[in-house]
């Protein structure tokens, strides 16, 4: 298992490649990978993610280890960025490894679902003509209720 929290791009080839080819004994690979998106088109100049060092790894560490156990998983990788980050640049990364392909989407899926709406990070949007902190979505937090 690893997590990574950093402001530094990653390679998401590289990544998924190193991640597969360390987990021999699954059956499937699942990677998700989150892009930050100009809904404005044009209006969205950059994303700003904040988080509390120490305490957001600890937070995605715990709910990985939820994860691997209640889908048995082969192994989780997790990678989240944090800084200012343009439109199209990646955010983050989900990978799950599992002996069974619908174990390593549900399980990638439950990391997302968590990712987006209660794990320490927060987000502000810097346009043209100001910033805003993005609000919590009811839709976000109604899709962790199914876990």
Not at 19 to 37: E, I, L, N, S, Y
Not at 89 to 101: D, L
Not at 121 to 130: L, P, T
Request: glycine share 6%; hydrophobic share 45%.
């Amino acid at each position: 298992m690893r997590i990574a929290v950093q402001t530094d791009p990653f390679d998401l080839g590289e990544e998924a490649n190193a991640f597969a080819a360390g987990v021999t004994a699954a059956g499937a690979v699942v990677t998700f990978t989150g892009v930050v998106r100009d809904l404005a088109q044009g209006g969205l100049r950059a994303m700003e993610i904040e988080h509390y060092p120490g305490m957001t790894e600890k937070a995605i560490t715990s709910i990985a280890e939820r994860a691997a156990e209640r889908w048995s998983l082969s192994d989780v990788l997790v990678i989240h960025r944090h800084g200012q980050l343009r439109p199209g640049e990646t955010i983050m990364m989900v990978a799950t490894a599992a002996p069974h392909r619908k174990h390593a989407f549900e399980a990638a899926e439950y990391l997302m679902d968590y990712l987006k709406s209660r794990a320490p990070f927060w987000k502000k949007e810097i346009a043209a003509d100001g910033s805003e902190w993005v609000a919590a979505k009811v839709e976000d937090e109604d899709a962790l209720d199914r876990w």
